[in-house]
Structures are given as structure tokens and as C-alpha cells.
């Protein structure tokens, strides 16, 4: 799923009526009708009973959107009232049909053209009596600041906490093309229904902390065009939804070779391993110093053991890729991780450097997946990663990425996109860079961002288990690198959210996260109904309003 500008979704809906004779009405008529099923899809029948939706519409398209909502709510049984930012007479286009059609199914809106009329009781009656708000003001084509009623208005809203608020597009305020976190002024949200495609906007704000969807309306393919080079990470999990042939067997499936660890740091190689298993790998071998071996096998019976040859601090010693010793240690490996819980000690980081050699040399070249101490080794020796005719992945967090291009962590997160394209271009790599909206940077410059995770993530051995998935999704799709690399993050991300839905994200273990991984995997972000959920789970605004936790 490409991500747009706010131009390029302009265009594409023009293109829809001009090259395909969509009518534009058609696609408000789609919109809004999405809006309404997502908001009957994630209200109990019985909330719909009781509750009063209010729909606060401008008089734009996003208005138009509002409008349609709307009706069909209100055709499907629901107390619906409308509250218009304006005046009817100055609404035009297909909005202005939209609202003729409202005005005819007996739903009459009331006008509030200017600040002044927020004041006036039935206006004040209404909003205070509201259950749940469409917010239908400001859309995709809305570019800051906002004016007039409807900062006060959303100051009302940011005061009225105890309500729902469903964004139709987006939450009003936000530029659709910024790339922030954060939106100074923008309206609070708890479910965002967007349309078509993602715009920037949907992948790196943060609009909420509930779901943001998108719908389809009716636009072809072919005319979702975009420029910025970013897709969706989440559709490249669809390679996982189809099942396993009953003839398969456990070498159909790879063999992961977690080759690391030290003395004091049998947690990380254990736990890469373990989720390497949990994620589909047929058969994980963890090869570790001697020290640490019984350890690392007591997390899952399942995981092969391989001692190593330790040096006196109890790293990895580099004797260990002497000769036969060394083809032995890669000998039916379909893929090897190194990094976690390595050490720093020099020869730990000699062999690691020696081992990415190795796994190149191979008569064919074994893919790899790079993390923790590995990455402190490679950034003193930038100059000899090439990934050219083989498969690396990098996963750096913020400071190991700042340390890999020799930059500070707060350089590195002000141009996040641009130091990872150009890393990953320059070497030849696949870049996985940590944090708020993981981006997966590609060799040819093609970035996909994450949106699923929580904070939850923010806890000692969350790295290691994105090491352990992702080489068991790249031994099970070996001829798909890319996409095996994205699906591994977005089923880590949303492993996690399906895990704080029974636990808080304080308490998650990283371990914890792994057993949700079923959960992710038989999740299908993309569904029957043309709703694609880009972040969050079905059923959250029900939560939300249960736990209150807006």
C-alpha cells in the first residue's frame, strides 16, 4: 500500500473520474458509507441504542463525507444529530449534493457560522449531550492554521474528554503532508477512518491511540501514484496468510543459525532463538560460548545447542571460524543472526566482521541479519559492508544507527528517512531503523514504515526477539527478502499490540510478546470489507470507552 501526498491524493481521485468515469459523488457516497459501517462495526448493538452521535461537519468535501455518514447512520436506526461550521448556503459541489440528500432524509443540520453561535443553547445542548463525535470538519485538504470556530471548538473537545471522537480522514488540524509526531492545535481522536491510501500524515503522527483505517472507495489501482518512494509495511504480511502445503516438512522452512552470546549474556542469544521458533523457523540453532550453553537451551526444548570456544573473558573466540571449524559452524544454515548479547570485547567483534566474510563467501551467500554489539563492529569498519549479491539486514536502534553513520542520535532522528535510504543504498543493505514508526530501508531506495507497536517495545530484549523473527521469516521466504523483512516487523508490532489488550504495557516482557505471535499471524490487517487497519486492533474504541482511557 503506497503512502501519498495530499497532491497525489487529489490526483488520484481526479483520475478516478477522468480516466476511469467515476463520478466524484460516487466516491463522497463511498466515504461516507464507510464511515458509518466502521462506527456500526465498533459500537455494540446495544451502545447504538443509547448513544447520540453527533456529526460536526465544515463545508468542504470532508464536510460532504460527514454528511453522508450521517444519513446512513441514521437510516440504520441510530440518533443522529449535525452540526455544520457555516452556513448551508455557502456549501457547494458534491458536498453541497451530499447535504441535500441529508436535508431530504429529514436530518436538517444546525448552523454555527461563527464563534459566537458555540454559545447559543441549542448548540450547547447538543455537544454536551453527544456520546460519540464524527469529526468531519478538516481533511487531506486542509493546510494550516486553523481559524475562527473551530479552534474553539476543538478547545470544547480537548475540554470534553469523556466523549468519543472519530476522525473522518483525519483529526482536524492536521496537515495531512506533515511528517511530525505531533500536530500543535489539531483536534484529539480516538479512531481515524481515512480513504484509498495512507497520507504522510497517517504514518508518522500520532493521531491517536486508538485504530486508524484505511477504506477503499472505489479508486483503481493504477491511479494511486506516489512519489516519496514509502509503502506500507503491513501488506507485506500477506505473504504469511497462505497455509502451509500437508506435505511439508521442517526443512522447507529454513534453519536459523543464532550464532552469538558471551558469558553474562545468555538472555539475548536465548531469546532471538526462541522467537526465531516461534515465528515459523523449522529448525533453530543456537551456537554459543560453552559457558553459556545450558542456559540458552533451558528457554525451549525445541532449540539446538552448539558450543563454542570461548576466549578467557567468555566471548566468542574467533578460532571458532578456523578452517573446517568455521564451514562447519554455516554447514545447511538457510540463515545466520549475529549481534545480540555478543559483547564488545575485540575479538567478539573480530569474529563478527570475519563471519559476515564468511557467510558471503558461501558458494551461495547466506543471508544475515546484523544487531546489537554486531553493529558496533561494523561502524568501525563501515568501508567493508557490501551487501551486493547477498542478503544483510540491519536492525539498528537510534544510537547504534547514529554511531554506524557517526552522527548524533538527535541528527540522526531529525533526517531519520534520509539517513536510512542513503545507508542502505550506499551498502547495499536492507536497514531496519528502531523507534516511533520503524522504517525498512531497502538497497533501491524503497522505504516502508511500520505503524504497528507500543510502547510496550520500550523494554531490554525487544531487539532480540525482532532479530529471532526476522531470520525465521527470511529462511521461510527466501526468494522474497524484502517483504519477509517487513513482515517480521509488522508481526512484532502487532504481536505486542495484541498483547497489552490483556497485559499493560509496563509489565510486557519481551519474551511475553512471542506468545502473541499466533495472534498476529492469523490477524488480517486487510479485510473482506475493504477496511485495512493501518494501526490498532478491532474492538479498541470499545475499550476505550469501557476503560476509559482517552
Known amino acids: 500500500m503506497k503512502i501519498l501526498t495530499a497532491a497525489e491524493m487529489r490526483a488520484a481521485d481526479a483520475a478516478t473520474t477522468a480516466e476511469h468515469g467515476i463520478p466524484s459523488m460516487s466516491l463522497m457516497e463511498n466515504a461516507g458509507a464507510a464511515v458509518a459501517r466502521f462506527v456500526l462495526q465498533q459500537l455494540s448493538e446495544a451502545a447504538r441504542d443509547r448513544m447520540r452521535i453527533v456529526v460536526l461537519c465544515g463545508k468542504g468535501n470532508n464536510g460532504g463525507d460527514g454528511f453522508v455518514a450521517a444519513r446512513i447512520l441514521a437510516e440504520a436506526g441510530c440518533d443522529v444529530a449535525v452540526l455544520l461550521l457555516g452556513r448551508a448556503a455557502d456549501v457547494k459541489g458534491d458536498a453541497r449534493t451530499a447535504l441535500e440528500r441529508l436535508s431530504a432524509a429529514d436530518l436538517v443540520p444546525l448552523e454555527a457560522p461563527d464563534e459566537a453561535a458555540l454559545a447559543r443553547r441549542e448548540i450547547t445542548e447538543l455537544l454536551s449531550g453527544a456520546d460519540l463525535f464524527l469529526d468531519a470538519m478538516l481533511g487531506t485538504g486542509f ?3 486553523m481559524r475562527g470556530i473551530a479552534v474553539d471548538l476543538g478547545e470544547w473537545l480537548t475540554a470534553h474528554r469523556e466523549t468519543s471522537v472519530v476522525s473522518v480522514d483525519l483529526p482536524s488540524g492536521w496537515d495531512a503532508d506533515s511528517r511530525e509526531m505531533q500536530q500543535q492545535g489539531a483536534y484529539r481522536s480516538d479512531a481515524v477512518v481515512t480513504f484509498t491510501a495512507p497520507k504522510l500524515a497517517h504514518v508518522f503522527g500520532f493521531l491517536t491511540r486508538g485504530p486508524v483505517v484505511v477504506a477503499e472507495i472505489g479508486s483503481p489501482d493504477d491511479v494511486v501514484k506516489s512519489t516519496t518512494g514509502l509503502h506500507w509495511a503491513g501488506s507485506a504480511k500477506r505473504m504469511t496468510e497462505t497455509p502451509r502445503w500437508p506435505d511439508s516438512n521442517k526443512g522447507k522452512f529454513g534453519h536459523v543459525g543464532i550464532i552469538t552470546g558471551a558469558r553474562g549474556r545468555a538472555g539475548a542469544a536465548a531469546m532471538a532463538g526462541y522467537a526465531a521458533l516461534r515465528a515459523g523457523a523449522g529448525l533453530v540453532t543456537a551456537s554459543v560460548p560453552e559457558s553459556i550453553l545450558n542456559t540458552v537451551a533451558a528457554i525451549a526444548p525445541e532449540l539446538m545447542t552448539e558450543p563454542l570456544a570461548e576466549t578467557t573473558k567468555g566471548s566468542i573466540a574467533l578460532r571458532n571460524l578456523d578452517g573446517e571449524r568455521g564451514r562447519a559452524l554455516l554447514e545447511k544454515r538457510s540463515v545466520v543472526a549475529i549481534g545480540p548479547g555478543l559483547g564488545q570485547e575485540p575479538e567478539a567483534q573480530q569474529f563478527a566482521l570475519r563471519l559476515i566474510e564468511l557467510c558471503g563467501d558461501a558458494k551461495s551467500p547466506i543471508p544475515m541479519v546484523l544487531d546489537a554489539d554486531c553493529l558496533n563492529a561494523i561502524a568501525q569498519h563501515n568501508y567493508k559492508l557490501d551487501g551486493r549479491g547477498r542478503t544483510i539486514v540491519l536492525t ?20 531519520r528517512e534520509g539517513i536510512a535510504r542513503a545507508y542502505a543504498t550506499e551498502h547495499q543493505v536492507t ?8 522504517l525498512i530501508a531497502h ?4 522505504i516502508a514504515v511500520n505503524t504497528t507497536g507500543n510502547p510496550g517495545l520500550a523494554k531490554g530484549g525487544s531487539g532480540d526477539i525482532l532479530t529471532g523473527i526476522t531470520a525465521a521469516m527470511l529462511a521461510q521466504y527466501r526468494d522474497d527478502a524484502a517483504e519477509a523483512v517487513e513482515a517480521a516487523v509488522y508481526l512484532h508490532g502487532v504481536a505486542a499490540d495484541f498483547a497489552v489488550v490483556e497485559r499493560d504495557e509496563h509489565t510486557l516482557l519481551a519474551t511475553e510478546v512471542c506468545m502473541y505471535l499466533d495472534h498476529a499471524f492469523r490477524f488480517r490487517a486487510m479485510q473482506r470489507d475493504g477496511i485495512t487497519w493501518l494501526q ?5 474504541l470499545k475499550r476505550q470507552r469501557h476503560e476509559g482511557t482517552r
Open 143 to 145: 493546510r494550516p492554521p
Open 396 to 415: 539498528p536502534h537510534p544510537g547504534e544507527m547514529a554511531r554506524l553513520v557517526g552522527k548524533s542520535i538527535a541528527e540522526t532522528e531529525a533526517d
Open 431 to 438: 536497514l531496519v531503523l528502531k523507534g516511533w514508526r520503524t
Open 443 to 446: 538497497p533501491d531506495g524503497r
Open 536 to 540: 490498532g486492533l478491532p474492538g479498541m
